[in-house]
Each structure stands twice: as C-alpha cells, then as structure tokens.
T-cell receptor, first 111, second 114 residues
Framework: GQQLNQSPQSMFIQEGEDVSMNCTSSSIFNTWLWYKQDPGEGPVLLIALYKAGELTSNGRLTAQFGITRKDSFLNISASIPSDVGIYFCAGPGGSQGNLIFGKGTKLSVKP | DAGITQSPRHKVTETGTPVTLRCHQTENHRYMYWYRQDPGHGLRLIHYSYGVKDTDKGEVSDGYSVSRSKTEDFLLTLESATSSQTSVYFC?????????????FGNGTRLTVT
C-alpha cells in the first residue's frame, strides 16, 4: 500500500537554528498536509498544500509541495522551545476516507 | 481543538469487556473518523463516517464497530476488548473529503486493556 517516509526520525537542535524535514512517497499524492503533535494532545494542522510546486508559509513555518507530487518539505526558521514536538506529514490514500500519515519527525530544541 | 470532545480521556478495562468511546463535535462537519496511534505504526484509520448512519471501514477495523445516529456524535465500540487494542484513540472531523478538507483532531482517549 501507499506509504509516507519521513526523515529524519528525530532532530536535536539549538534554539535559533533553522530546521528542515521532508516526506517522500513512491506514489503520487495530490494533497500534502503537515501536522504537529504535542505530548498528550491530538495532531494540529500546520499547513495544507493542494497544488504541485506550491510553497506556503505560516509564520516561521514554510512547506512546499514537490513538483513530482512524491515529496514535500517543511522548514522551520529560528526555532524556539515551543517548537518541540512530533511533526507528521499526511496525504489522502487508499479508501475515500483514509488519510495516510508518516511516522513522524521528533524535534527537540535545546535552549 | 476545532470543537471536538472525546470521552473518556482515559480508561482502563479488562480483557473481554465491551468498551465504547465517544466523539462529539460542534462544527456540524459531515465526515468523522476514528484513528489509533501506536509506537512504530503512527496513526492508522479504524473507521470513518461520511454522514448520519453512513460508515465505512479503515485500515485496521477488525474488532471495532462504529455508529453515527446524529451528525455530532460518532461512537467507537470494542465488543470484547483485547490487549492488542491498548492504544491512544483519536477522533477527527473534516468538512469534506480528505483530499480537499484537512482533518482536525480531538485530544485523544488513552485506553489500557489489562
């Protein structure tokens, strides 16, 4: 079945550094979503991408929908401690109602 | 939290007992979903609903049933809980199909089956 591969699995960075993570698939996706999950809470939508090549920003976050439709990138600029969490990419696949998730990138920020 | 309430937030139950988890939304969204989240597996779809009384199976539906008698409520039932169903369960909602409308999640129910 369809799978989303996220990398890196985890990152340890210093506060103020920029962060880059990506998500790839062997099959085409027509929508890419990026979520963040804090401990004990549900995933929260950060950015939604619906068009190949699209570049969208949300504050310090920027995400891009790869031109091949098989990948997406999320960048965080000038990281702060509250950026800590797990970041998931997701896209529609399989049955009509299914959103497929990557396994996540765990971000740790050192003050 | 996009107007989504899951109850209970935590539950411990014994193997073989029935369990029902409730999801309540105040957004009047058409689609509702139940996911489970496990280490190493990420988030996986159990069942979803595309309208009142309209439901369909997801990737990991065995051992689970759902019901949606009102737009705002989506129930997940484990008829006879097993230890493999120990997990964190998330309800999600969307206005339309997942390809066009992003999902918004509740804060989860942590279920432990002993």
């Amino acid at each position: 079945g369809q799978q989303l591969n996220q990398s890196p699995q985890s990152m340890f960075i210093q506060e103020g550094e920029d962060v880059s993570m990506n998500c790839t698939s062997s099959s085409i996706f027509n929508t890419w979503l990026w979520y963040k999950q804090d401990p004990g809470e549900g995933p929260v939508l950060l950015i939604a991408l619906y068009k190949a090549g699209e570049l969208t920003s949300n504050g310090r976050l920027t995400a891009q929908f790869g031109i091949t439709r098989k990948d997406s990138f999320l960048n965080i600029s000038a990281s702060i401690p509250s950026d800590v969490g797990i970041y998931f990419c997701a896209g529609p696949g399989g049955s009509q109602g299914n959103l497929i998730f990557g396994k996540g990138t765990k971000l740790s920020v050192k003050p | 939290d996009a107007g989504i309430t899951q109850s209970p937030r935590h539950k411990v139950t014994e193997t073989g007992t029935p369990v029902t988890l409730r999801c309540h939304q105040t957004e009047n969204h058409r689609y509702m979903y139940w996911y489970r989240q496990d280490p190493g597996h990420g988030l996986r779809l159990i069942h979803y609903s595309y309208g009142v009384k309209d439901t369909d199976k997801g990737e990991v539906s065995d051992g689970y049933s759902v019901s949606r008698s009102k737009t705002e409520d989506f129930l997940l039932t484990l008829e006879s809980a097993t230890s493999s169903q120990t997990s964190v369960y998330f309800c999600a909602i969307s206005e339309g199909w997942v390809g066009n409308s992003p999902l918004h999640f509740g804060n989860g129910t942590r279920l432990t089956v002993t």
